[in-house]
C-alpha cells in the first residue's frame, strides 16, 4: 500500500522519533510511506483553545495537502498520534463550516474517511497484530484519551504489545484516568494539571516499567517530564518505536534522568 | 407582557421562530432540525408478568435491600400478618396499632389478636400526620412491582390508601400478588399509564442516604422497615386491578 | 427566630442555638450570585488544590460512585438504546417547547393546579414568597432542588422573615454548615464525619451532646431533627425531575423520604421547575427513570420516587403551584451547539468521573453546577449578565477547566456532548474578547497559525527549533523556562528540540531511496 504519513507538528519538530519509526515499521511490513511536504498541523491546538478563526488556515493546509488520498492517489493516510486523528474525524468539517467553507469541510470528510491512527492503521486496515518486534523490556501503556474514548482504538494497541517478542508488559492502574495534559490545559490550568500528572507518574512508577509507551507524542511529553522532573529513571517511547525495534536494528532505551544523575539504560 | 407571554416568546426566538424578537442575551437561535426517536430498548422482559423467574428476580433484589419478604400462599397470609404485627412494639399507649386504608382486603386481617389495635384511614376520615407517627404499623396492597429493580408501586386506591399512611408508621406491611410481578421498568410504566393522574410512590427499599461519605445508612425518614408478602395468584379474592 | 441581620447577600443561619458571631465552617464566601461567584477556575483550583484532605475524601467518593454506577449500568444490556432514546426525546423537547410547555401547563391547571411563570431568579423567589406568606408560614421545609439553589430562594426568605429547612441530609448539613453545595448529588461530599459531628453539634439545637461520628448516629440524629418539622410544615418546596406534558404530572426522585414527607404532609405543595425538565409523555418515564437512578446514585433504582398530577382530593397537598422557570435558560436554548446542556437529567456522573472535578472539588467552579456540566451550563445561564462575553467574567474561565478528556460523554445518560460544547464555548469567549483586551495568547496563536499553516514555513521553523538544542545541556532538557513556557517546566522537564526535525530526517531518507 501507498501510505502517506502526517508527521504531526509536535512529532516532527520535538519528537521525531515516533514518526521515524512509524517509517521504519510500514516499510518493514512492505508498504510504501510518501511525506507530503506541504504538511503542517492538523490544527487541533487552535481549535481546543479557542481560536477557531485562527485554526481555519492551519486546517485548510491540512485538508489541501492530503486531499489527494481522497482520490486515490494513496491508500490511506496514516497519523501516529490519537488527539490529532481525533482533530482530523471530528473536528476539521466542523471548523471549515463554521467558517462557511462548506467544499472545503466536504473534502475534509472524504480525508478524514481515509485517515487512521497508527493502531488502526495496523489492526484494521493492514490486518496485522504480530509486526515482527522485538523489545526485551518492561513497558506500561497509557490509553490516551483521545484514543480511547474519541476513536475508540479499544485493545488494538496492546494486542500489538502482547505481540512483541521479548517485551515484560505491565498494567497500568487506573490506565483509564486522564494524565492531565489537554493541550493548553497544561497552561491555563497548570496546577490542576500538576495534580492529575501527580497520580499518573505516582502510578507508572508503581509498575517498574522501564518505559511507559503510548499512542500520543505530547500526552507522552507530560507523563515524561513529570517523569523526568521526578527523576523516576523511567523513559517514554512512541507506540511506533516500540513496534519498530527488532533485534537487527533495537530501539534503544530512551535516556533518562534518573536518581540525581542522567543514567543511559 | 405577562411573564407567561414573555418566557414563551423568549423560547420561540431561541428557536429561531420570525417575528419573536431575542432572548435575553440578545440571542435568535436557529430552528432545530427535525427528531426521530429511536426505541430500540426492552419494552418487556424474557419472563412473563407473574412467572416463577420475575418473582424469584423480585425476591432477589428486596432481599438485596434488606427489605422482608414471606413467601406466603393465600390461607397463610393472615396468620403470618398477624404474628408480624403481634410483635410490634407500641409506639404509643400499650398495644401495638396497625393503620390500613378503607378497601384493604378484610381477610388479611382475620387473624389479627385482639389486643392490635387497628385504625381504619380513608380520605373522608384521615388520621393527622402526628397520629400516624403513633402507628406500629401499616398495612397496604400495592399495585404492580418490577423485579428487575425491585420496584413496588403504590398508585392511592382505596386498598392502598392516602399516601401519608404508608409514609409516617415506622413499619410497612406491603401485600404485592404474583401476577403482579413484572420484570422491566418499561412493562410496569405501562401498567400504571392506564391511570396516570393517580398519585404514585415507586419504592424500592427501606429508605437510605449515602449523604456522609459515601457511606450507606438505611432508614432515614420514611419507612424503616420494609415486609413483603407475596401470596400467589389464586388468593386475589376478588381484589380489583383497577 | 433566628439571628437575621437583613443584609443583603448574608445568608441567615437555619439554627436557632449558634452562637452570635461565631465563625461558620463554610470556606465560601455566601455569594449573591449562586451561578458566579469566587475567582477565576485556576486561581480557585489553585486554592482548594492545596487542602490534601479534601483530594482524599474527593477520592475515596468518586471512587465509590464510579464502581457503584458502572456495575450497575453493566448489567443493563440495552442500556446503549436508552441512552439513545433518552437523547432524542429531550432533542424533541426542546424543539416543541412553546406547545409541550402549554400542555403541561393545561393539564396541571384542570388536575387544580396553579401554574406561574418565572422569567428570572427574583421573580421565581417573588412568586414562592408570596405563596408562603399567603398561607401564613414562617417556615417551609424543602426538598433538595437544584432549581432553588440556582436562584438563591434560602437567602431570599430568610431575608423575607420565612425559614426555608433543607430537608436532604446533605443539604442539611452545608445549610447548617453556612456554606455551598459541592456536588450535585451530594452536596457536602466535601465534608467527613467529623466534621459533620461537629456541625450538628454547634448548629443543629437539638443534637444530642454524645453525638458520635458514626454515620447512622449522624443520621437518626437528622431524623429526629426534622420530624417534627415534617409533622408541623404547612408549606413544602419542591423542584422536579420530570414534569410530563400530556398529563401534567410531576416527579421527584429520591433516596431518604424526605421527599415524601415534603410533597405529602403539608398542605400547600410549591415546586419550583426549569422549563426544559419536560417529557412528552407518561410512557417517556420508562427512560429516564432507568437512566437517571444508575447514573446518579449507581442504583437499579432510587428507594423512593413521588408522582403527582395537580391535587388529589383527600390524599397529600390540596394546594399545589408549579413555578416554571428560564432564568437564563432561553440563552441556553438559543445556541445550536450549547442548547444540548439543556438535556442535562441531573445525574452528576460526568462529575464523578471528571478527573479535574476529582482533584479540584466543587467549589472551585464558583457555580451552584460544578464539574463538566457546570463548565458548560454555568456560562451559558448566565450569558445576559455577561458570562459568555469573554475574560472579564469570572465564568468564562469555566470551558477551560477540562482537558477535554471525554470520560464525561462517555457517561451521560442523555449523551451530551460535553467536550464538543465546551471547545464551542472556548471559541465563543475568544471572539467574545476580539478587538478588546490586549491578548498575549492571541498574538502567540496567531503566530503560530502563521507557520502552522503552510509546509515550508514550519520546515524552517522547526529548523530553526533545533538549534535550541544546545540549551538542555547535559541532561536534554530544559528544567527552568521563563514565561510562559514556565507554567510548565514548574512541575515538568521540557525536552530540548533534537539535533534534525523529522522532516529533515525523511528528506534524507527518501534520497536514500528509502532504506533505512
Known sequence: MRIALAATCLADTLFPGAPRATVRLLERLGHDVVFPRGQACCGQMHINTGYVEEAVPVVRNHVETFAPVADGAWDAVVIPSGSCTGSVRHQQAMVCRRAGLDDLAATAEAVAARTYELSELLVDLLGVTDVGAWFPHRVTYHPTCHSLRMLRVGDRPLRLLRAVEGIDLVELPAAESCCGFGGTFALKNADTSAAMLADKTANVRGTGAAVVTAGDTSCLMHIGGGLSRQRAGIGTLHLAEILASTREEPTPLPRVRAGATEVTR | ?242 | ?516
Open chain 2, 1 to 242: 407582557m405577562s411573564a407567561r407571554e414573555d418566557v414563551l416568546q423568549r423560547i420561540r426566538a431561541a428557536l429561531g421562530q420570525p417575528g419573536a424578537g431575542t432572548t435575553p442575551a440578545g440571542r435568535v437561535g436557529t430552528a432545530p432540525a427535525a427528531v426521530e426517536v429511536p426505541r430500540e430498548y426492552r419494552t418487556a422482559g424474557d419472563d412473563a408478568p407473574g412467572s416463577e423467574a420475575v418473582v424469584e428476580q423480585l425476591v432477589d433484589r428486596l432481599e438485596d435491600y434488606r427489605a422482608h419478604v414471606h413467601r406466603v400462599t393465600a390461607d397463610e397470609l393472615p396468620a403470618v400478618v398477624a404474628r408480624l404485627v403481634g410483635e410490634l412494639a407500641p409506639v404509643s399507649g400499650a398495644r401495638p396499632s396497625v393503620v390500613v386504608p378503607p378497601g384493604l382486603e378484610p381477610r388479611w386481617l382475620d387473624a389479627l389478636p385482639s389486643d392490635v389495635v387497628v385504625h381504619r384511614d380513608s380520605p373522608d376520615a384521615p388520621m393527622t400526620a402526628v397520629q400516624l407517627d403513633e402507628m406500629s404499623a401499616v398495612l397496604t396492597a400495592a399495585r404492580v412491582a418490577c423485579s428487575e429493580t425491585g420496584t413496588i408501586v403504590l398508585d392511592g386506591e382505596p386498598d392502598q390508601g392516602r399516601r401519608a399512611i404508608s409514609l409516617v408508621p415506622d413499619v410497612h406491611l406491603c401485600v404485592v400478588r404474583t401476577d403482579q410481578v413484572v420484570q422491566t421498568v418499561p412493562e410496569m410504566v405501562r401498567r400504571l399509564a392506564d391511570h396516570p393522574e393517580r398519585p404514585q410512590t415507586w419504592i424500592s427499599g427501606p429508605s437510605a442516604t449515602s449523604d456522609i461519605e459515601l457511606d450507606r445508612v438505611e432508614g432515614v425518614h420514611g419507612p424503616r422497615t420494609l415486609h413483603v408478602f407475596l401470596p400467589t395468584i389464586d388468593d386475589a379474592t376478588g381484589i380489583d386491578d383497577n
Open chain 3, 1 to 516: 427566630m433566628s439571628t437575621f441581620l437583613g443584609i443583603p447577600g448574608i445568608r441567615r443561619r437555619s439554627d436557632d442555638a449558634a452562637p452570635e458571631g461565631s465563625d461558620p465552617f463554610g470556606p465560601v464566601p455566601h455569594p449573591d450570585e449562586p451561578l458566579r461567584w469566587g475567582e477565576p477556575f485556576p486561581a480557585a483550583a489553585k486554592q482548594t488544590l492545596q487542602d490534601d484532605q479534601l483530594r482524599r475524601k474527593l477520592g475515596h467518593a468518586t471512587r465509590t460512585i464510579r464502581a457503584k454506577r458502572a456495575s450497575v449500568v453493566g448489567e443493563v444490556p440495552d442500556w446503549e438504546a436508552l441512552r439513545d432514546t433518552g437523547s432524542a426525546i429531550k432533542e424533541q423537547v426542546m424543539a416543541n417547547l412553546p406547545d409541550l410547555l402549554a400542555r403541561l401547563e393545561e393539564n396541571v391547571t384542570a388536575r387544580g393546579g396553579v401554574v406561574h411563570w418565572a422569567r428570572d431568579a427574583a421573580e421565581a423567589n417573588r412568586i414562592v414568597t408570596e405563596i408562603a406568606r399567603a398561607q401564613g408560614a414562617d417556615e417551609v421545609v424543602k426538598v433538595k432542588s437544584m432549581a432553588t439553589q440556582e436562584i438563591g430562594l434560602n437567602e431570599h426568605l430568610a431575608a423575607e422573615g420565612i425559614a426555608a429547612i433543607e430537608t436532604d441530609l446533605a443539604e442539611l448539613i452545608v445549610q447548617l454548615a453556612d456554606d455551598m453545595p459541592s456536588h450535585i448529588l451530594v452536596p457536602a461530599i466535601h465534608r467527613n464525619r467529623a466534621e459533620i459531628r461537629d456541625i450538628f453539634r454547634r448548629r443543629m439545637g437539638d443534637a444530642p451532646e454524645d453525638l458520635s461520628d458514626v454515620p447512622r448516629e449522624l443520621a437518626m440524629a437528622a431524623r429526629a431533627h426534622l420530624r417534627r418539622k415534617f409533622l408541623s410544615a404547612k408549606v413544602a418546596v419542591s423542584g422536579a425531575n420530570f414534569g410530563v406534558a400530556d398529563t401534567g404530572t410531576l416527579a421527584v426522585v429520591e433516596s431518604e423520604g424526605n421527599g415524601r414527607m415534603c410533597l405529602t404532609l403539608p398542605e400547600t405543595l410549591v415546586t419550583v421547575m426549569g422549563i426544559e425538565k419536560l417529557i412528552p409523555t407518561y410512557e417517556d418515564l420508562e427512560v429516564f427513570l432507568q437512566l437517571l437512578p444508575r447514573s446518579s446514585t449507581g442504583e437499579r433504582m432510587n428507594p423512593y420516587t413521588s408522582l403527582w398530577t395537580g391535587v388529589t382530593p383527600g390524599d397529600g397537598p390540596q394546594e399545589f403551584h408549579l413555578v416554571l422557570l428560564d432564568n437564563g435558560r432561553t440563552d441556553v436554548l438559543a445556541d445550536e451547539v450549547g442548547r444540548s446542556a439543556l438535556h442535562c437529567i441531573r445525574c452528576s456522573a460526568c462529575l464523578n468521573v471528571c478527573p479535574v472535578y476529582e482533584r479540584v472539588g466543587g467549589h472551585a467552579y464558583g457555580s451552584v453546577y460544578p464539574g463538566p456540566i457546570g463548565a458548560i451550563l454555568t456560562p451559558q445561564l448566565t450569558a445576559s449578565s455577561g458570562g459568555m462575553s469573554g475574560a472579564d467574567d469570572v465564568n468564562a474561565s469555566l470551558p477551560y477547566a477540562s482537558t477535554l478528556c471525554g470520560a464525561c460523554y462517555d457517561v451521560c445518560p442523555v449523551k451530551i456532548d460535553i467536550p464538543s460544547i465546551l471547545v464551542d464555548l472556548r471559541a465563543r469567549e475568544v471572539d467574545a474578547d476580539r478587538g478588546r483586551a490586549v491578548d498575549p495568547w492571541r498574538a502567540a496563536m496567531k503566530a503560530a497559525s502563521w507557520v502552522m499553516s503552510d509546509g515550508d514555513r514550519f520546515g524552517l521553523a522547526g529548523r530553526a527549533a533545533t538549534l535550541g538544542h544546545v540549551v538542555g545541556g547535559r541532561d536534554g532538557v530544559v528544567s527552568k523556562a521563563p514565561p510562559p513556557a514556565s507554567a510548565w517546566t514548574r512541575s515538568r522537564d521540557l525536552p530540548v528540540p533534537p539535533q534534525q526535525t523529522f522532516r529533515r530526517w525523511m528528506a534524507e531518507h527518501e534520497k536514500d531511496g528509502g532504506e533505512r
